[in-house]
């Protein structure tokens, strides 16, 4: 009988749960899963020097011009370092939301780039929440600069540099995001036979938005074994990100003269307290080559 | 005993009878149209949830904005970031009232629709009229109205100003089933 009283206070309940409910209470019940991939959590694809943890989403082409002119330091007679300029020209594209696959060329060595980039997690809000996003990244460079008695001619593998980066960030709500990347850079030529082949190096970096549309960026890189005959520095970079519908235009200010992870990371030799700062920028300009996947 | 199966019994019938009278879609169709001289520019979110119940003639309807989708996937983001700020206000929602919904069968009728329509986490009241069809297991709303991108206090940067439309159309096709 107890069983019966039960079942009938149960089915008493069932209509009367449904009348109480308003229309939007309902709505909120069937609304699914509400997990959201987090993102915007850099402007663009580039922290500073370095890469963020961004990719472009399938079937976009970016088109990245940057410059660093030289050094403030060197005075009037070089217009504050404007007289010199490097550049580095680069086409990405993504295949998925993924995967990138991207080429550059950049004038400081004449050095050629090529790399990837896959996002393996991604930050996510909501039901299932996921607290970092992780890209990984991994570039081969090929310095072709004719720096050389002819007698000494490199090899082509002589010639040839690997990046390989782990980017990790979390945003910290939407004005503050936080990148670390710990880099492990192989030189199959060093300057000197002392010198490590092997490199490791950990960097940090933020970007911290100040409107809708501009950021200021910091990026530091600290080389845990970087090379002995030559008197390298850590990069350092701040910079202002602005950002206008398909365009981001970074100002940087860095120690750095390249514009490649082997260079700034690893070959860096201005101090930027005694200053030895490159005025530099970074333009892009995405493309939507391929429509983009309805999902 | 008998009694409290014949309750049970008339419980059931109540409790069905009641269900019918919801009727709700998970799939719905809401896209936004914007034409400027530069460029027009599109999305479409599939995933508009929508509740009608019979009895009232309230509608109640509510999307995520980051379920619009773009042709180019950067507009879409900084659709999200930098215009409708997603992650202050990830959705729209509208509250509001079919009139005569007792005089609409299964032929195609045009009503009017009025509510509240909350963007952005401004609301503003809407009246549209509506193509509507009852049956006993769908009802079909479809139709289009207009908003102005001002009243929903988004910010348009200059720079961009002469891309955006002022007026945005926003179309819309529901297809409710029973819920039970």
Known sequence: ?295 | MAKIFGLFFWLLVVNIASGQDKFLTKEGFVSFFSHSIVEDIKADNNQVLSIIDTTTGKIAIQLLMRSFMFEKALMQEHFNENYVESHKYPKATFSGEITNLDEIDDTNTVTEIVGTLTVHGEKKEISTMVDIRMMDDEIVLKGDFKVDVADFKIKIPSIVANNIAKTIKVSFELHHKPYE
């Open chain 1, 1 to 295: 009988m107890k069983n019966y009283l039960l079942l009938f206070i149960f089915v008493l309940m069932l209509p009367f749960k449904n009348l109480a409910q308003d229309l939007e209470s309902i709505l909120e019940e069937e609304a699914s899963d509400t997990t959201l991939t987090v993102s915007g959590t850099f402007n663009g694809t580039r922290l500073l020097n370095g890469h963020s943890v961004e990719t472009r989403k399938t079937g976009v082409l970016e088109f990245l011009i940057s410059h660093r002119f030289g050094r403030i330091n060197s005075g009037f007679d070089q217009l504050f370092g404007l007289d010199d300029s490097n550049i580095r020209f680069g086409f990405e594209y993504a295949l998925n939301n993924r995967l990138t696959l991207a080429v550059g060329r950049s004038s400081f060595e004449k050095t050629f780039d090529i790399y990837g980039k896959y996002r393996l997690l991604q930050q996510k809000s909501g039901e299932n929440p996921f607290p970092f996003g992780m890209t990984l990244f991994g570039s081969a460079t090929a310095k072709t600069i004719k720096d050389y008695l002819p007698e000494n001619k490199p090899t082509f593998s002589e010639r040839l540099t690997y990046t390989g980066q782990i980017l990790v960030a979390r945003k910290f709500g939407p004005n503050v995001s936080l990148q670390l990347m710990p880099t492990f850079i192989h030189f199959n030529t060093v300057p000197e036979n002392n010198d490590p082949h092997d490199m490791v190096a950990l960097g940090i970096g933020t970007r911290i938005k100040i409107s809708q549309r501009v950021s200021i960026n910091g990026e530091y890189y600290y080389n845990l074994n970087p090379f002995e005959s030559i008197d390298v520095k850590n990069s350092i970079a701040f910079g202002v990100d602005i950002e206008t519908g398909g365009h981001i235009f970074q100002l940087v200010f860095t120690n750095a003269v390249s514009m490649i992870e082997k260079g700034f990371i690893a070959e860096t030799n201005g101090g930027f307290f005694n200053g030895d700062i490159h005025f530099g920028f970074n333009i892009s300009r995405a493309f939507q080559v391929k429509k983009a996947k309805q999902n």
